[in-house]
């Protein structure tokens, strides 16, 4: 069974830039969350991914967006990039959204650093 | 909203003894799940205990157990015979039942000394 990875594991960008980052779901996981951890602080949700539609957003703007693909695997897309930006992403896969009685597995984690 | 509080931002506790961490959390839901993670230097996010709020009965896994309090709010962990691969960032989530979404604390850094 393959774990939750995610890539790259660092990186650094431009204000102004945008980035994409990877997430690979758990093998049978529909579901993927994804999380922002800013330094010192617990994770953030930013939104949820089943079956290849958004399911669910945090309070984050519409320059953060997403994909799933048939894989189940996500994208998390920033747009714009801000120095707040700056922080650990990572994602969560489930099996499934309608509950959090589903264990998620967490993924490694991207740092982005914004400059 | 949901909200995860916990207000020890460090603790520290000596190899083979006993340390409990405090969370608080608010909700108006009445089905809901309570869990601990681990955060290690590795940065990935470990479960290592987790509370169903309809079960009265407090949670355990070997030498992990929790102090759920539902009236309260309150939702504590307690590490037994501390070992230094305990030493990591806790946190602690908050999970609704009809949703697979998860609200964290701020977290506590445990630190095992010998």
């Known amino acids: 069974e393959t774990g939750v990875t995610q890539s790259p594991t660092h990186l650094i960008k431009t204000r102004g830039q945008q980035v994409t980052l990877r997430c690979s779901s758990q093998?049978?996981?529909?579901?993927v969350s994804w999380y922002q951890q800013a330094l010192g602080q617990g994770p953030q949700f930013i939104f949820q991914?089943?079956?290849?539609?958004?399911?669910g957003r945090g309070n984050f703007p519409p320059r953060f967006s997403g994909l799933q693909f048939p894989n189940y695997s996500s994208e998390l897309n920033v747009n714009a990039l801000e120095l707040d930006d700056s922080a650990l992403y990572l994602c969560?896969?489930?099996?499934?959204?309608?509950?959090?009685?589903?264990?998620?597995?967490f993924g490694p984690g991207t740092r982005l650093t914004v400059t | 909203a949901q909200t995860v509080t916990q207000s020890q931002p460090e603790m520290s506790v000596q190899e083979a003894e006993t340390v409990t961490l405090s969370c608080t959390y608010d909700?108006?839901?009445?089905?809901?799940?309570l869990f601990w993670y681990k955060q290690p230097p590795s940065r990935q996010m470990i479960l290592v205990i987790r509370?169903?709020?309809?079960?009265?009965q407090n949670a355990t896994e070997n030498r992990f157990s929790v102090n759920f309090q539902k009236a309260a709010k309150s939702f504590s962990l307690k590490i037994s015979d501390s070992q230094l691969g305990d030493a990591a960032m806790y946190f602690c989530?908050?999970?609704?039942?009809?949703?697979?979404?998860?609200?964290f604390g701020t977290g506590t850094r445990l630190q095992v000394t010998l």
């Open positions: 969560a896969s489930s099996s499934s959204p309608a509950t959090s009685s589903y264990e998620q597995y």
């Open positions: 093998s049978g996981h529909n579901t």
């Open positions: 991914y089943y079956r290849e539609e958004e399911n």
């Open positions: 909700t108006s839901e009445s089905d809901y799940y």
């Open positions: 509370q169903e709020a309809y079960k009265q």
């Open positions: 989530a908050y999970g609704p039942g009809t949703a697979s979404k998860l609200t």
